[in-house]
């Protein structure tokens, strides 16, 4: 089992920044994957961002060059960091990890609007 903890989301208006967190209760080597999906109201789950364990990293086409992946081997937590948001950014974000078993976090609410 793991327990994944989110952090970082909010309201922020069109063109600023927030910074999503995710912290894994085992360590980030024991993973194939870390990642972050979002899913709109009445959309389905997207995947955002994910890095491989050997640090390949890979990006939504909507997101690519505005958002970034990250991890921190010494907190086991993978960081999203969101530049230059758009309205369409708004979902909950969840965290996510891949081994034998796929995991989830709880997801924690972005909103971008004036």
């Known amino acids: 089992q793991v327990q994944l903890v989110e952090s970082g989301g909010g309201l922020v208006q069109p063109g600023g920044s927030l910074r999503l967190s995710c912290a894994a209760s085992?360590?980030?080597?024991?993973?194939?994957?870390m990642g972050w999906y979002r899913q709109a109201p009445g959309k389905q789950r997207e995947l955002v961002a994910a890095?491989?364990?050997?640090?390949?990293?890979n990006y939504a086409d909507s997101v690519k060059g505005r958002f970034t992946i990250s991890r921190d081997k010494t907190r086991n937590t993978v960081i999203l960091q969101m530049n230059s948001l758009k309205p369409e950014d708004t979902a909950t974000y969840y965290c996510?990890?891949?081994?034998?078993?796929?995991?989830w976090g709880p997801g924690t609410q972005v909103t971008v609007s004036s």
């Open positions: 996510n990890v891949r081994m034998t078993y796929e995991y």
């Open positions: 085992r360590n980030w080597f024991s993973f194939d994957a």
């Open positions: 890095i491989t364990r050997i640090g390949s990293t």
